[in-house]
């Protein structure tokens, strides 16, 4: 009779990856505008940022316009906008019971990693993809410093994430509102649009309004 020892088996992993647009998803504003509102450009981007979150306009060429009125602000300013910003309710629920499933998360936005980052960091979440503002002399010069996080981005980066953590883009969820979401909810087995504009409400699996936490009553979430 064979004594050696049978082979345990091989625990399922059931981790699905979450990735979730930061502005008007896991925070009720836009830092953009935030940003704006000290440089005395807030009704000029708040117009843009609009269109651009309908899918009117290049969500790239919007992003070049309203980063180009800021020139001029002080770095500090990044602080007074991370103490502004507000999240979204639900959003700490969901990530604390997305940590406890063990289910990773991951930001990805077309905002900006200097607040993005430790706002992250406050909630627990270390994978972050977001716009860097140029800075010369302390200041910031109205420029964007690198490739802009547009659409084609988040999906690339959701899949790349997928990737890493070795989970198949079927065991993938995308959450955003805005135009510049519509790739990554396309990409993801899931697509869910919160609080969204029509055309991303009309291209998602599922369109909440309300608590952030409201999707995890819904697949795969509740499945």
Do not use: C, Y
């Not at 919007?62 to 309710?89: C, H, Q, W």
């Not at 289910?103 to 430790?118: D, I, M, T």
């Not at 800075?135 to 547009?150: C, E, F, K, Y």
């Amino acid at each position: 009779m064979d004594s050696t020892p049978a082979r345990a088996d091989v625990t399922t992993d059931t981790r699905r990856l979450v990735v979730m647009d930061v502005d008007s998803t896991l925070i009720t504003g836009e830092v953009v505008e935030m940003l704006a509102a000290r440089a005395g450009s807030l009704p000029l981007v708040a117009a843009i940022t609009e269109r651009a979150m309908r899918g009117e306009i290049d969500f790239g060429q919007s992003l070049r316009e309203r980063v180009a009125t800021l020139a001029g602000l002080p770095v500090s300013v990044f602080d007074d906008v991370l103490a502004e910003v507000e999240l979204t309710p639900g959003a700490v629920e969901l990530v604390a019971e997305l940590g406890r499933r063990g289910w990773p998360v991951g930001l990805v936005s077309g905002g900006f990693l200097e607040v993005v980052r430790p706002l992250a960091a406050g909630l627990g979440i270390t994978r972050v993809h977001a716009n860097r503002l140029e800075v010369r002399d302390g200041h910031l010069t109205g420029r964007v410093d690198g490739p802009v996080v547009d659409r084609a981005a988040k999906a690339a980066t959701l899949t790349a994430w997928a990737d890493e953590l070795g989970l198949p883009l079927d065991r993938t969820v995308a959450i955003g509102d805005g135009a510049n979401d519509l790739d990554m909810i396309a990409t993801a087995a899931t697509g869910i649009a919160f609080n969204a504009k029509p055309v991303v409400a009309q291209a998602a699996d599922v369109a909440l309004d309300g608590r952030l936490d409201a999707v995890l009553a819904v697949p795969p979430f509740a499945g």
